[in-house]
């Protein structure tokens, strides 16, 4: 069965930082582009960063641009987000999605369009307070 384990979520301070982690089970990343999404209840799902299959590539939303960080170690079948000077508008549930095709094996898949990722995992809970 494949699947997509998101871990590293928690409760920090404004200003603080947390790296999350998504990992694969059942398949290999090798091949997928990931990108991680973020929820905020009673709000639509928006698009954090993305990056290549091959992990050249990589897009951030505006909102988190400079502060945030999308790497990848194929080796151990794992896609990390860095997140550093977090604000209290960054609290959310944090999603990872992999998005399979040739397409995406040099440039990062969209943040905007969902129907691009085949897979999800269930998400992990990110409290920044203030």
């Given at each position: 069965q494949l699947q997509l384990v998101e871990s590293g979520g928690g409760l920090v301070q404004s200003g603080g930082s947390l790296r999350l982690y998504c990992a694969a089970?059942?398949?290999t990343l090798t091949h997928y582009a990931i990108g991680w999404f973020r929820?905020?209840?009673g709000k639509e799902r928006e698009g954090?960063?993305?990056i290549?299959?091959?992990g050249g590539s990589t897009d951030y939303a505006y909102s988190v641009g400079g502060?945030?960080?999308i790497a990848r170690d194929n080796a151990k079948n794992t896609v990390y987000l860095q997140m550093n000077s977090l604000k209290p508008e960054d609290t959310a549930v944090y999603y990872c999605a992999a998005?399979?095709?040739s397409s995406w094996y040099h440039q990062?898949?969209?943040?905007?369009?969902e129907s691009i990722y085949g897979y999800w995992g269930q998400?992990?809970?990110v409290t920044v307070s203030s």
């Open positions: 089970s059942g398949f929820q905020i209840p954090v960063s993305s290549s299959a091959f502060r945030f960080t998005a399979y095709g990062p898949p969209s943040i905007t369009d998400g992990t809970q």
